[in-house]
């Protein structure tokens, strides 16, 4: 089921067209900023964002909020951070991560009205 506001409640939502990204899409796909080149076996840092892009951010209020949000490494999920409404800032994070082999990270992040959405992969070559 698709809405009218172009969402979908059964579907991972994708931006289609990062160079005209609907409201929707500005409000609810996550972020991603790592490194694009790490050491094999040191951590560095993650920063992941839901929504802001241009300035539209999402609600955080208990009818409508992030619940979660999941970093994978291709398929391969590193965390999910589950978030509690109005007393969380449940929209910028930071992650330690570690890894062994080029991947490309993922994230995804669930609304409790507008459901699953996943921005674009970061590649992190790993050397
Ligand atoms: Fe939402």
Known sequence: MTSSEGYSLDKLNKPVNWDNLAVMDKKHVPLLKASSNVKSGEPFEVHL???GIDGVEHPNVLSHYIGWVELYAGERPICRIEFAPVVSDGYN????????ESTILRARAFCNLH?????KGERVTVA
């Open 49 to 51: 964002k839901v929504g």
């Open 93 to 100: 994070m930071k992650i330690s991560v570690i890894l062994e």
């Open 115 to 119: 459901g699953l959405w996943e921005g």
